[in-house]
């Protein structure tokens, strides 16, 4: 086995402290995490989400991923808690989620400082917040889509109906539409 190299021992380095930090958060739930390192996917990462039985009581929670993948400074910390975050609202009473906010740190945002499109982080995130809908009985999840132009609706609408969402487009143009899934009886 090869020693590792600086790089890959910051990049470790900054996972752990960061995982930590998420098990030390009593607000924080893991959901998935792979600790390997390749190069065919960010790895490694952590899915992670504030939603807890008195979260839900105030509706709005998220779903965030993080990998240390091109995320560390010179000193070995993460630059960013996350690079993707699921925000959506959970109605228990109509069994129903709401997505309102499906992001992926790219070159758009001003926070970005690599472009973590295209790398499965926001795939990440839609699998776990289903997981979530189904543990908890949720009958359907929708959403409304703003993208950047119709390019870029063309991906995300490729994302959501990889999940079997149906993507009702508005306005191409603008990059508008809206997704719903029925999970009743699945």
């Not at 390749?38 to 989400?49: C, N, Q, R």
Request: charged content about 20%; overall charge negative.
């Amino acid at each position: 086995m090869a020693p590792q190299s600086e790089a890959e021992q910051a990049l470790q380095k900054a996972y752990a402290e960061r995982l930590a930090a998420i098990k030390a958060d009593t607000s924080l739930t893991i959901l998935e995490q792979s600790d390997e390192q390749t190069t065919a996917k960010i790895k490694p990462y952590v899915v992670y989400t504030n939603i807890n039985r008195d979260r839900i009581k105030q509706k709005s929670c998220s779903i965030f991923v993080y990998t240390p993948y091109a995320n560390v400074d010179k000193y070995g910390h993460s630059k960013t808690d996350y690079q993707c975050e699921l925000l959506f609202e959970y109605n228990a009473w109509e069994r129903n989620i709401h997505i309102t906010v499906l992001e992926t740190l790219g070159s758009e945002s001003q926070l970005a400082f690599f472009d973590f499109q295209n790398h499965g982080l926001a795939q990440l995130a839609l699998k776990n917040l289903l997981a979530q809908a189904r543990a908890n009985q949720v009958q359907s999840v929708d959403g409304n889509v703003s993208s950047f132009d119709g390019t870029d609706l063309a991906k995300v609408q490729h994302l959501f109906e990889k999940f079997g969402f149906t993507v009702t487009i508005q306005d191409e143009a603008r990059g508008l539409a809206s997704v719903k899934l029925v999970l009743a009886g699945k």
